[in-house]
């Protein structure tokens, strides 16, 4: 595996006691550089070029950004600027870019280590923390290059709703999200399904409040690797956030740093048996929790976590639920 980074990520600065700080690219500088004392490779992260991030952003959002380059802006309650968070946000997006295009050159997967997040920005719209859609860029580029079927596996706790309608009507990109729902930013219901030649290739697991790694390890065994397999893609990109852990902040799932290991060595599986696997940090806002869930995740990548089935004897309702009511939905589009 290789990591895609850059100490510049510590250069968007967010307000004072907000959970998206700049403290969460040190987290990724010490796990950067673990991972070179250890023997891994790392990349510099190189900033997205217009036309990439023009895929999917209008482009007048894309001057709008531009625009407030230089400048500490609030663009609403949660997403805010400071002077280098436009040329941060470029590297966010060009980092994930660069880390598909070495899984699919190498056959090797490849892990961007990115901020500011990019799932819940829309085509013409910041929100949640986010400015450009890092892991949605990155899924145009790899279509752009003649890749016939790209997979986004979202497991970050809130659904990724710039992701979703970016690709809505898109049977080539499917997105693929579980979630804690109701919960912001509203997105996400089991019956979201995609729309035209799109309907089915949106696949949204929504999970109630406190959820438990057997919840998830379920719900990711029944349904999330099922669709990926069906769906056999040539490429898949994790939004890899880590805000189910138990000790976040802003949700409350409970998931541990081992049941994210082994949901992440699930998706890793499928989607190495099928073509290339890249992933890209979204959130997670406790910053022992990010630290262990990389650490976690990168032993799964590379094969040290063993894939695990539901136990039948541990109750799962919230995963049964969920799986109830994704088969309802999409009965019709999968073998579930
Ligand atoms: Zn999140």
Not at 97 to 113: C, G, I, K, T, W
Not at 132 to 150: D, L, M, S, W
Not at 291 to 309: N, P, W
Request: negative net charge.
């Amino acid at each position: 595996m290789l990591l895609i980074c850059s100490r510049r990520f510590e250069e968007h600065v967010t307000p004072p006691g907000h959970p998206e700080r700049l403290e969460r690219a040190h987290v990724f500088n010490s796990v950067a550089q673990r991972w070179v004392q250890a023997g891994g490779r790392t990349a510099a992260a190189r900033p997205a070029t217009r036309e990439e991030l023009s895929r999917v952003h209008d482009p007048g959002y894309i001057d709008g950004i531009e625009g407030i380059a230089g400048r500490a802006v609030k663009i609403d309650e949660d997403t805010y600027t400071s002077p280098e968070s436009v040329e941060i946000a470029d590297l966010a997006a060009g980092g994930v870019v660069q880390a598909a295009e070495h899984a699919l050159n190498s056959r090797e997967p490849a892990f961007a280590l990115v901020r500011p997040p990019g799932h819940h920005a829309e085509r013409d719209r910041a929100m949640g923390f986010c400015l450009y859609n890092n892991v949605a860029v990155a899924a145009a580029a790899a279509r752009a290059r003649g890749v016939a079927r790209v997979a986004i596996v979202d497991i970050d706790v809130h659904h990724g709703n710039g992701s979703q309608w970016m690709f809505y009507d898109d049977p080539s990109v499917l997105y693929v999200s579980s979630h804690q729902f109701p919960f912001y930013p509203g997105t996400g219901a089991a019956d979201e399904l995609g729309t035209g030649d799109g309907r089915g290739f949106t696949v949204n697991v929504p999970l109630e409040a406190g959820a438990n790694d057997a919840d998830y390890v379920l719900a990711y065994s029944q349904l999330v690797v099922p669709v990926l397999d069906q769906f056999a893609p040539e490429l898949t990109i994790v939004s890899a956030g880590y805000d189910a852990h138990q000790m976040d902040p802003l949700a409350s799932m409970r998931m541990s740093s081992d049941g994210y290991g082994v949901i992440v060595a699930a998706v890793a599986s499928v989607a190495v048996s099928h073509g290339a696997l890249a992933l890209a940090t979204e959130g997670g806002y406790d910053l022992n929790a990010l630290e262990a869930c990389l650490e976690a995740s990168f032993a799964a990548i590379q094969g040290r976590v063993a894939a695990a089935y539901p136990d039948p004897a541990t109750p799962a309702p919230r995963g049964e639920r969920a799986i109830a009511a994704v088969r309802a939905a999409q009965a019709e589009f999968w073998r579930l």
